[in-house]
C-alpha cells in the first residue's frame, strides 16, 4: 500500500510526532511505501524525505510576521500548492494525517478530498473540537472550549489577541465544515476522546478507537533493584503538572528525577529553588529516558489537563516499572489502579504524595506491579495488534470510500463534558 503521512512537526517534538514517525518506519518495515508531507525546520530528521512547506512562527507573534502567520492559520495557499505537485508526481492509497492546524492549516484536507486520496485523521488533541486544542488554560479546564470561551479565558497563548485570532480561524473552519467534510475515518487514542467528540456533537466520523504502541526495542530488561527514584518524562508545560510533582517531592523527601525541557523550566526550577532530592535533567534522548524510568521506582505522569493518552505512562508499563498518573482523560484507561500503578486525583499534592510514599516504602510492591504492568503492556499494547487493527481502518477507507457522517442534532456546544470516573 502507498501512505502519504502528513504532519506539522517532522522530529520528535511531542508524543504525536513521535508517534507519526514511529508509524512511518512501522509501515515500511511491513513492505509499505511511505512517503511524508511536513514543515520546514532546523530539527527535522531526513527519513521518508519529508517534502515540506515553509516554516511560520508560531511561539511568539511579532507584528512583521503576524499577516503571514495569521495566513498559514486560516488557510494555506502554500500547502496545497505543494501537495497538489506531490500527489501529481506520486499517488498514494491513503492518507494519514496527524496534527496540521496552525503550521499547515486544514487547507490539505479539501486537495486531498478533490484528487479522491481517502484520508485518515488521527486524533492527537482537541484541535477538531476547539482553537484551544488543549482544552486548558490559566484558569484550567475549558470545559466549554467555544470562541467566546476561549477568547474570555485568554486561552491561547494567556492573550486576548492570540485567542481571538484562533478562535476566528477555528470558526472559519468550522463554518466551512473543512474536518467532517474531507475526513473519512478518525482514529481516538482513548475512549475518552471518543466519548467527548460525541458530547460536543461532532458530525463527522464516530471512529475507531486504537491506543498507542510503543516500540521499546529490546530496552525492557528491569533490574532486580532500582534506585528508588521517581521519575517524571514530558514537555514542561502547565498542562503537565511538574509544580504538583515538586510539591509533593517537597512533602515526602523522595528524589524526582525531572526529565524534558520547556517553556515551564525557569519557573519550575524557581519554585523547587534548593530542594536536593529534585533534578533536572534537561532533555535526553530516547534510549536515556528509557533507561532513567527502568531503573525508577515509579513514573509519575501528573498532568492536569485531559491528557488524550499520555504515552509516557505506557513506556514504563513495558519496562516493569509501575506508574503513578492523574485519573484524567485518557490516562485513566492506561493504569489499573492498585495493580499496575495508583491513580490519583489532578492537582491533589497529598493523594500524590501518598501513592509515592507507599511505592518507596514498600519496594515489593513496586517490583509486583511492575510485573503486572509488563504482562498488561505485552498483550495490550502490543505492535502487531496496533498495526492489524490499523491496517482494518485502512482497508475500510480504501475499499468503501467515506462511511456515512453524522448529521444528527446535538450543537457543538451542547455540553459541559463530564467524564464517567468522576473528572470534571
Not at 258 to 274: H, S
Not at 357 to 366: F, M, Q, S
Request: charged letters at 25%; proline letters at 4%; aromatic letters at 8%.
Amino acid at each position: 500500500m502507498k501512505i502519504l503521512i502528513i504532519n506539522k512537526y517532522w522530529y520528535r517534538r511531542g508524543g504525536a510526532d513521535r508517534y507519526a514517525i514511529w508509524l512511518a518506519d512501522a509501515l515500511v518495515r511491513r513492505g509499505h511505501e511511505v512517503r511524508v508531507f511536513s514543515v520546514e525546520h532546523s530539527k527535522n530528521i531526513p527519513d521518508h524525505h519529508p517534502v515540506c512547506i515553509s516554516n511560520v512562527q508560531t511561539e511568539q507573534l511579532h507584528l512583521l510576521d503576524a499577516p503571514r502567520t495569521i495566513g498559514r492559520m486560516v488557510w494555506s495557499l502554500e500547502a496545497q500548492r505543494a501537495l497538489r505537485e506531490l500527489l501529481r508526481a506520486w499517488r498514494p492509497d491513503i492518507a494519514h494525517v496527524h496534527n496540521i492546524y496552525t503550521q499547515m492549516s486544514p487547507s490539505v484536507l479539501p486537495v486531498l478530498h478533490e484528487a479522491k486520496i481517502p484520508v485518515v485523521a488521527h486524533v492527537h488533541d482537541y484541535g477538531m473540537l476547539s482553537a484551544n486544542y488543549s482544552l486548558f488554560d490559566a484558569h484550567g479546564i475549558d470545559r466549554v472550549g467555544s470562541f467566546w470561551s476561549v477568547v474570555r479565558r485568554r486561552g491561547v497563548k494567556d492573550s486576548y489577541v492570540a485567542s481571538a485570532i484562533a478562535a476566528s480561524a477555528f470558526a472559519f473552519h468550522k463554518t466551512l465544515g473543512v474536518y467532517e467534510k474531507n475526513i473519512d475515518r478518525l482514529i481516538f487514542t482513548a475512549r475518552f476522546v471518543q466519548d467527548l467528540f460525541k458530547f460536543k456533537g461532532w458530525h463527522g466520523d464516530r471512529g475507531t478507537v486504537i491506543p498507542y504502541v510503543v516500540d521499546l526495542k529490546g530496552e525492557d530488561k528491569k533490574p532486580q533493584e532500582d534506585n528508588g527514584k521517581m521519575v517524571f518524562a514530558g514537555r514542561l508545560h502547565k498542562t503537565k503538572g511538574v509544580e504538583i510533582l515538586i510539591e509533593a517531592a517537597r512533602k515526602t523527601g523522595i528524589s524526582v528525577e525531572i526529565i524534558g525541557d520547556g517553556p515551564d523550566r525557569q519557573k519550575l526550577q524557581r519554585q523547587a529553588g534548593a530542594m536536593t532530592n529534585v533534578s533536572f535533567l534537561g532533555a535526553l534522548d530516547n534510549e536515556a529516558t528509557l533507561c532513567h524510568m527502568r531503573e525508577a521506582r515509579a513514573v509519575v505522569v501528573p498532568s492536569v489537563w485531559w491528557e488524550p493518552f499520555g504515552m509516557v505512562a505506557i513506556e514504563p508499563q513495558g519496562l516493569g516499572t509501575p506508574v503513578i498518573a492523574s485519573r484524567t482523560g485518557g490516562l485513566a484507561e492506561l493504569v489499573v489502579h492498585g495493580q499496575t500503578g495508583f491513580l490519583v486525583p489532578p492537582s491533589d499534592v497529598s493523594e500524590l504524595a501518598l501513592a509515592m510514599r507507599r511505592l518507596h516504602d514498600d519496594p515489593k510492591e513496586a517490583w509486583r506491579m511492575g510485573l503486572l504492568g509488563k504482562r498488561r503492556f505485552e498483550t495490550q499494547f502490543s505492535i502487531d495488534e496496533h498495526m492489524r487493527k490499523l491496517m482494518v481502518v485502512y482497508a475500510g477507507a480504501v475499499d468503501n470510500g467515506a462511511w456515512p457522517r453524522y448529521t444528527g442534532g446535538l450543537s457543538h456546544d451542547a455540553f459541559i463534558f463530564a467524564d464517567s470516573r468522576g473528572d470534571v
